[in-house]
């Protein structure tokens, strides 16, 4: 009796685990140009001579499978360490401004680069991009700079909150008014940039990030006993010889980098890191850490994976907006999940 909880998660872990080979598949299969099972294999097994079909699979859905299962797993995690170091359900990668702040240094790029150098750096293809990916994690990292400054001066978990969405707050004013001083085509290309996307990571590009957050993935693991023992409140981990400060500051670096990274190479991915860590919650039906934290990686990998399916799927020019399918998809799960908790509370 004891041993069938235990058996039934590990059986969950293995079925999100093949849900995402599943996913990946189905991402690679469907899309605008319809390439047979049988081909992508052997394209897959280096035969090139198809040459359409070999530039599709490497350049175009491969990557963009990749680059959802991480993009998603970090999102999801870093949802999961803001969810439980302000003990707050609402809780998200965006909540302390650090998204913000991405979006901030890309809007400094693209925006301002035009009037300063005459030539904006969002029409200039590859170099472009780099720019506004390293301007992006320049931004995310200014503000988690500020926000572990301020965590250091003040005690309580809801005013760094507070204070963390008063920065958000600030960087969107500076972004609405470099709009304004903008030209129209600029605007346009920061708006398309905040829309998020998993296509536009290729190459090297894609390499590097997927790269970057299988090391950083696996360590967030390090901090499942601070987390574990957070959630018994400050005073009681306290008394448990946790260093409260030191761990909550842990947490947020984790979260801040997973974020910066995330936005630096998709955008702004919104939904995930809110609702994902819920729906593990409801899959699993726990809160301890040690499952926790792998099963919302593998959920946001799934749920990532799905939205990057319906946002190219064939019948629309080009693609959808992932933020638009990530809240199509999510939100409805998500009310259900918590609509269902609440019946299983009152019964």
């Known amino acids: 009796m004891t041993f069938r909880p235990q058996i039934t998660r590990i059986s969950l872990i293995f079925l999100l685990v093949l849900a995402i080979v599943v996913m990946a598949i189905v991402n690679l299969l469907i899309g605008s140009v319809k390439i047979p099972m049988a081909d992508i294999c052997r394209i897959l097994l280096g035969d090139d001579s198809h040459e359409i079909w070999t530039n599709i699979i490497w350049k175009s859905r491969l990557p963009q499978a990749l680059t959802a299962i991480v993009a998603g797993a970090g999102l999801a995690v870093s949802g999961l360490q803001m969810q439980t170091v302000f003990r707050n359900p609402l809780a998200g990668p965006s909540v302390l401004g650090i998204s913000n ?42 503000v988690m700079l500020l926000i572990l400054w301020i965590a250091q001066k003040v005690k309580g978990n809801v005013t760094l909150l507070i204070i963390g969405v008063m920065i958000g707050y600030l960087a969107n004013a500076i ?53 574990n023992i957070l959630l018994l409140g400050d005073r009681y981990a306290a008394n448990l010889g946790l260093n409260v400060k030191r761990a909550r500051m842990l947490v947020i670096i984790s979260s801040g980098v997973l974020v910066a990274i995330v936005t630096a190479y998709c955008g ?78 009152e019964e």
């Open 101 to 142: 702040g991405s979006a901030m240094g890309v809007a400094f790029v693209v925006l301002l680069s035009g009037k300063i150098g005459g030539v904006a750096l969002s029409r200039l293809g590859y170099l472009g991009n780099a720019a506004m990916s390293i301007a992006a994690i320049i931004g995310a990292l200014a």
């Open 175 to 227: 972004i609405g008014v470099l709009k304004f001083l903008s030209p129209e085509e600029d605007v346009k290309a920061f708006v398309v940039w905040g829309l998020g996307s998993f296509s536009r990571v290729s190459g090297d590009e894609m390499i590097l990030f997927v790269v970057l957050m299988c090391i950083l993935l696996p360590l967030t693991c390090l901090l499942v006993k601070p987390m």
């Open 268 to 345: 702004p991915i919104m939904f995930i890191g809110l609702a994902v860590p819920h729906l593990a919650r409801a899959i699993f039906r726990t809160s301890d850490h040690r499952l926790l934290m792998p099963a919302t990686a593998l959920c946001g990998a799934v749920l990532a994976l799905i939205c990057n399916l319906i946002a190219r799927m064939p019948g629309f020019e080009g693609a959808l907006p992932v933020n638009s399918v990530t809240a199509l998809v999510g939100a409805p799960v998500i009310a259900s999940v918590l609509f269902r908790r609440r019946q299983s509370i």
